[in-house]
């Protein structure tokens, strides 16, 4: 690394875009991940599909527990 960096011709916001969303990644654990790639490979579809379906479950029952 440098000692200084020189930022006098840097433009502030240049990459900053209002409403934008961010997909950020989530890592499972190795068991989770290969009983959701089980799940998905019966079920011939993709692992998104699955892990947000498990996830939708789980939040109807935390609703419903309220």
Same mark, same amino acid.
Not at 10 to 17: A, D, I, S, V
Not at 54 to 61: A, P
């Given at each position: 690394?440098?000692?200084?960096?020189?930022? %006098?011709?840097?433009?502030?916001?240049?990459?900053?875009?209002?409403?934008?969303? &961010?997909? &950020?990644?989530?890592?499972?654990?190795?068991?989770?991940?290969?009983?959701?790639?089980?799940?998905?490979?019966?079920?011939?579809?993709?692992? %998104?599909?699955?892990?947000?379906? &498990?996830?939708?479950?789980?939040?109807?029952?935390?609703? %419903?527990?309220?």
């Amino acid at each position: 690394m440098k000692k200084e960096y020189d930022f %006098s011709k840097g433009e502030r916001g240049k990459f900053y875009r209002r409403g934008a969303t &961010l997909n &950020l990644p989530v890592y499972l654990d190795g068991e989770v991940l290969a009983f959701v790639q089980r799940i998905a490979k019966k079920r011939g579809t993709d692992l %998104s599909a699955v892990v947000n379906q &498990l996830l939708r479950t789980d939040m109807q029952l935390v609703d %419903s527990a309220k």
